[in-house]
């Protein structure tokens, strides 16, 4: 049976807002700092395992090339090398990738120095590994490798050994299985090993349209948005060339229910949580043995984005479109306490639609980045957000 969590006791406040002290202004949290992106479209971000450097993706011009973006987490300070028509500071950038391929996420493997970055619009997913130099500062990304996946690829997820990755395909119901091969510690090459149809039936098609993907021990949880549901992959780690020989297979297995058209996944263990965009919820799933409905729990308006601490927070952005304004809100892993904060655009009166979200470490806390889609290449940072674990 699936618990449902309607109020809550503001008490989590007293766990969570650690050195919140005047960054709550009148009408909302403020950010305490913001990344300036030059105006340019934010594709997706993510951050290196210490949390020292964020990465991102950006989209400028008529062809909307991306250029991949490297910042010191504490400093705010770009990192790279003189890229023309790079967007921030300087021109200072890792890379630049070119032609329309507007990605929707990204993510990056710390084993390799490897970014990922699914090209929407070209239906190629881009392999380029990052370079630091003695000091552990990122200096350039490599030219990418390219490799053919399905329709749509809207997010990736990647081993812990950066050697096979699994891209969402949104407009194709699939999901590519990527095997990566290494020459001289670089990526060399990626093959497309298996397509994994989330249609259960070519003849009555439901048109899952998978948005998000996280791995989890011999699993893949795909979030299926037209179907309200997040349903397993089974055998993910399997022998590449006894998939491609049909001797072993990575195929769809159980699926769970969630609230209406979820989005986004994090996971703590055991534990999935599923922002759903329309039911202004988040729905807990048990993944062990298979995917099955908890508890959902009402958050703020057409929530967007979550992650999670991996201890015992989770953290959800609300965009705020349909009513209530752009919020965002902290919820404890067993869903017992939260509380929403309205957020505040780094300049006041500036629209904010808060979306993809990443805790970052900040000292003995974790800073919360948020990207606004309703102002062209910002990331806020709201500093010290997450604290210990409650007692």
């Known amino acids: 049976m699936v618990r449902k969590y ?3 006791s503001a008490a989590a406040g007293l ?3 650690l050195s919140m002290t005047g960054s709550a202004g009148p009408l909302g949290l403020r950010p305490s700092a913001t990344l300036d992106l030059g105006g340019s479209k934010v594709n997706g971000f993510t951050s290196t395992a210490d949390g020292q450097y964020v990465l991102v993706a950006v989209s400028v011009g008529r062809e909307s090339s991306v250029f991949l973006v490297a910042a010191d987490s504490n400093t705010l300070g770009f990192a790279g090398k003189k890229v023309r028509g790079c967007p921030v500071a300087g021109e200072i950038c890792l890379a630049q990738i070119r032609g329309n391929i507007n990605p929707q996420d990204i993510a990056y493997n710390e084993a390799k120095k490897v970014l990922f970055i699914p090209g929407f619009d070209d239906d190629t997913l881009y392999i380029s590994q990052v370079i630091f130099n003695k000091d552990g500062k990122p200096t350039e990304a ?7 996946v399905g329709q749509g690829p809207r997010a990736v997820a990647v081993n812990a050994d950066g050697t096979r990755a699994f891209i969402v395909n949104e407009r194709a119901h699939t999901v590519s299985v990527v095997d990566i091969s290494y020459k001289n510690g670089a990526p060399d090459k990626g093959e497309v090993i298996a397509t994994v149809k989330l249609d259960p039936s070519e003849e009555n098609p439901t048109y899952p349209s998978p948005a998000d993907i996280m791995l989890k021990g011999d699993k893949a949880y795909v979030v299926n948005t037209d179907t309200w549901q997040v349903c397993e992959i089974k055998n993910i780690n399997a022998d590449g060339e006894k998939v491609k020989k049909g001797e072993e297979k990575i195929e769809v297995g159980a699926c769970g229910g969630t609230g209406a058209y979820p989005r986004a996944i994090a996971m703590i263990g055991d534990i999935a949580y599923v922002v759903n965009s329309t039911g202004d919820s988040v729905s807990q799933l048990s993944v062990d ?8 729990v009402e958050v703020g308006d057409a929530p967007r984005g979550i992650t999670t601490d991996n201890k015992c927070w989770v953290v959800v952005t609300n965009t705020g479109v349909d009513r209530g304004g752009a919020s965002v809100t902290l919820l404890s892993k067993d869903l017992k306490w939260s509380l929403t904060l309205p957020l505040d655009a780094a300049i006041p009166g500036d629209p904010i639609v808060p979306t993809q979200v990443q805790l970052i470490p900040q000292g003995d806390a974790m800073a919360l980045w948020v990207l606004n889609m309703g102002a062209r290449g910002e990331l806020n940072v709201y500093s010290q957000l997450i604290g210990a674990c409650p007692p």
Do not use: I, N
């Open 142 to 148: 490599k030219a990418p490798k390219k490799v053919a």
């Open 15 to 17: 766990f969570v807002l």
């Open 289 to 296: 043995p298979q995917p099955t409905s908890v508890a959902e």
């Open 6 to 8: 309607r109020f809550f």
